[in-house]
């Protein structure tokens, strides 16, 4: 089992920068695959970026890939993501998720590949 629990959302202004927390906890969660992913009103949610469970591998989706950063701290059982220059399209509810599988090689980039997710953060960028 592992629990997650996001923090760090809220509003932003276009341009402006949020760093999103994901606190784990759990026997398995060290080895674990990270993700975050986000949720737009009337959208399917979307893979955002991808960590894996040493931090030496990372993706994102084009659309944040020069503006956001992914990275975890194992010893403080974290993992982060760093938006910055943020788009009113940023706009959705953004959820941690944990992959418990073997690591593949590249981090796992679809919803139903992971096995744990967070209750969401709400991330506002106005125009």
């Known amino acids: 089992q592992v629990q997650l629990v996001e923090s760090g959302g809220g509003l932003v202004q276009a341009g402006g920068s949020l760093r999103l927390s994901c606190a784990a906890s759990g026997r398995t969660w060290s080895t674990a695959t990270m993700g975050w992913f986000r949720q737009a009103p009337g959208k399917e949610r979307e893979f955002a970026a991808a960590?894996?469970?040493?931090?030496?591998?990372?993706v994102r989706v084009d659309s944040v890939k020069s503006r956001f950063t992914i990275s975890r701290d194992n010893a403080k059982s974290t993992v982060y993501l760093q938006m910055n220059s943020l788009k009113p399209e940023d706009t959705a509810v953004y959820y941690c998720?944990?992959?418990?599988?073997?690591?593949?090689?590249?981090?796992?980039?679809?919803?139903?590949?992971?096995?744990?997710w967070g209750q969401g953060t709400q991330v506002t960028v106005s125009s």
């Open positions: 998720a944990a992959n418990l599988g073997p690591f593949s090689g590249r981090p796992r980039t679809e919803v139903a590949q992971y096995d744990y």
């Open positions: 960590i894996s469970w040493s931090g030496g591998r990372t």
